[in-house]
T-cell receptor, first 114, second 113 residues
Framework: EAQVTQNPRYLITVTGKKLTVTCSQN?????MSWYRQDPGLGLRQIYY???????DKGDVPEGYKVSRKEKRNFPLILESPSPNQTSLYFC?????????????FGPGTRLTVT | GDSVTQMEGPVTLSEEAFLTINCTYT??????LFWYVQYPGEGLQLLLK?????DKGSNKGFEATYRKETTSFHLEKGSVQVSDSAVYFC????????????FGTGTQLKVEL
């Protein structure tokens, strides 16, 4: 089954404690992206990656890092989380060339930083 | 830059009522347009799409027509069900693909018996 998986689904942590949210896709997609969803703001892109070792900032990259060492994985790293990073996070992937530009989303990770 | 504007929710309807969720966009050229749906506790799923002017996307009884002249992509369904209760997002990707989807803020739909 084609899917994007994220772990963990729920996470409560404290300010300053480094954390990583994993994302993996099994569709051999070149493009992967992270979004955060906040009430009244819709989804905003944090970082994206066009292929292995190619990453770039989205609209709200401050406080986040990513890496793309393998095509299937695109972890999101919060080196020193702060309460304003409390949000619902989604990973997504799609084909880079041609196709319908349809993005496939993971189930989401709800992060609370106290 | 590109932007998408959706009507604010929540929208509350009775079962079998007609649904319209308005969506307008600002973008150069001919972006591809999408409606995504988010059911409670789940990620986003593509509901329908249209890639050129006057295209009509349809799925599960939902329809939306790409109107270049009014820069709109309104979502409609003739008879909603309780199971349609969800948050609906309008989104676009720029002409030629670009590197991200630009989303509207989402419209929550509640359908009651």
């Amino acid at each position: 089954e084609a899917q994007v998986t994220q772990n963990p689904r729920y996470l409560i942590t404290v300010t300053g404690k480094k954390l990583t949210v994993t994302c993996s896709q099994n569709m051999n997609h070149e493009y992967m992206s992270w979004y955060r969803q906040d009430p009244g703001l819709g989804l905003r892109q944090i970082y994206y990656s066009m292929n292995v070792e190619v990453t770039d900032k989205g609209d709200v990259p401050e406080g986040y890092k990513v890496s793309r060492k393998e095509k299937r994985n695109f972890p999101l790293i919060l080196e020193s989380p702060s309460p304003n990073q409390t949000s619902l996070y989604f990973c997504a992937s799609r084909e880079l060339q041609g196709g319908s530009y349809e993005q496939y989303f993971g189930p989401g990770t709800r992060l609370t930083v106290t | 830059g590109d932007s998408v504007t959706q009507m604010e929710g929540p929208v509350t309807l009775s079962e079998e009522a007609f649904l319209t969720i308005n969506c307008t966009y600002t973008a150069t050229g001919y972006p591809s347009l999408f409606w995504y749906v988010q059911y409670p506790g789940e990620g986003l799923q593509l509901l329908l799409k249209a890639t050129k002017a006057d295209d009509k996307g349809s799925n599960k009884g939902f329809e939306a027509t790409y109107r270049k002249e009014t820069t709109s992509f309104h979502l409609e369904k003739g008879s909603v069900q309780v199971s349609d209760s969800a948050v609906y997002f309008c989104a676009l990707i720029p002409t030629g693909g670009g590197n991200k989807l630009t989303f509207g803020t989402g419209t929550q739909l509640k359908v009651e018996l």
